[in-house]
């Protein structure tokens, strides 16, 4: 089953990075960082994929679902142990 299209896999890193910089710049509180991550996802997403509309506002709340998921597993399982490695 494929529920991200390939032409949206790239947006995952980029995603990634932004979230970062937002985090490490605080322009913003952490609180907000899903959210812009989320409007940032779906602008990209009806720019970059040539499906229908509502096809692409799927993919981009998709694509921020796994940006966001990753973190959260990053933190959870690396950070709660002391490894506090940066990706």
């Given at each position: 089953l494929n529920y991200i299209v390939e032409d949206g896999l790239i947006l995952i890193p980029v995603l990634y990075v932004i979230g970062y910089i937002i985090k490490h710049t605080n322009i913003l509180s952490n609180r907000w960082i899903p959210l812009v991550l989320l409007m940032i996802s779906i602008l990209f997403s009806i720019f970059l994929l040539n499906d229908p509309i509502i096809d692409r506002v799927i993919q981009g709340?998709?694509?921020?679902?796994?940006?966001?998921?990753?973190?959260?597993?990053k933190k959870q399982n690396f950070e709660k142990e002391g490894l506090n490695n940066e990706f």
């Open positions: 709340v998709l694509i921020a679902g796994v940006t966001v998921f990753i973190d959260q597993i």
